[in-house]
């Protein structure tokens, strides 16, 4: 995604305008918020880390996909072709930042599931 995006932006390239992707996008920001919420009371309920994770990663997908939703948007009403492969590589910094982390063992889900068990 990266590599696209600085390619995109070097070369000029201007993204067609994705009404679907639009929508998608859209739909994205509306009701992952509200999964994620739904997780999360679950996760308390239950008291799963795991769970709490997911409702975690279920609104950073939403704030993705705003980003996402600003870079369609900004391409489709305004000509700004250039947000989108902005947004992209947004989108492939995080990605990267939340990949480290998890692989440091960081952000969320870190509680162990032996905690508590005894060992």
């Known amino acids: 995604m990266a590599f696209e995006s600085?390619?995109?932006?070097?070369a000029g390239e201007h993204p067609e305008v994705s009404w679907v992707g639009i929508g998608l996008a859209i739909?994205?920001?509306?009701?992952?918020?509200?999964?994620?919420?739904?997780?999360?009371?679950?996760?308390?309920?239950?008291?799963?880390?795991?769970?709490?994770?997911?409702?975690r990663q279920n609104m950073l997908c939403a704030y993705l996909a705003g980003a996402l939703l600003v870079g369609l948007l900004g391409n489709a009403l305004v000509g700004a072709w250039w947000l989108d492969p902005a947004v992209g590589l947004l989108i492939a910094a995080v990605a990267v930042k939340e990949g480290a982390e998890a692989w440091r063992g960081e952000g969320c889900c870190v509680d162990s599931p032996l905690d508590g068990v005894g060992f």
Do not use: C
Not at 29 to 55: C, H, N, W, Y
């Open 6 to 10: 600085v390619k995109a932006l070097i």
């Open 27 to 55: 739909g994205s920001v509306i009701f992952m918020p509200m999964l994620g919420i739904a997780k999360q009371r679950l996760a308390d309920q239950l008291g799963s880390a795991a769970t709490a994770g997911e409702g």
